[in-house]
């Protein structure tokens, strides 16, 4: 069982930077693969960047070399630094979190809104 909580998100301009913050809440964190995911007005949600229990990691095509997913599992958070934002990353971030040996179990979070605008 799994909780999780976003935070970071807000409005920045075009080539800024934002950090998006996860905190999840259970006692096997560390084993789950950890994503973040997003949709923008009028689109699929879709997967930005996930990162496994192992800390390896994949990328959207559109993001790669601009973002990058990372995790503390001491402090049971996931985090997506974003950089060289751009109006089309607009959208709604959430945070997922899936059992990789039981994949029917995953949880995901309420989501933080970012904004890429002039």
């Known amino acids: 069982q799994v909780q999780l909580v976003e935070s970071g998100g807000g409005l920045v301009q075009p080539g800024g930077s934002l950090r998006l913050s996860c905190a999840a809440s259970?006692?096997?964190?560390?084993?789950?693969?950890m994503g973040w995911y997003r949709q923008a007005p009028g689109k699929e949600r879709e997967l930005v960047a996930a990162i496994t229990g192992g800390f390896s990691t994949n990328y959207a095509d559109s993001v790669k070399g601009r973002f990058t997913i990372s995790r503390d599992n001491a402090e049971n958070t996931v985090y997506l630094q974003m950089n060289s934002l751009k109006p089309e990353d607009t959208a709604v971030y959430y945070c997922?979190?899936?059992?990789?040996?039981?994949?029917?179990?995953?949880?995901w979070g309420k989501g933080t809104l970012v904004t890429v605008s002039s």
């Open positions: 259970g006692s096997i964190f560390s084993i789950y693969t």
């Open positions: 997922n979190a899936r059992n990789p040996l039981i994949t029917r179990i995953n949880f």
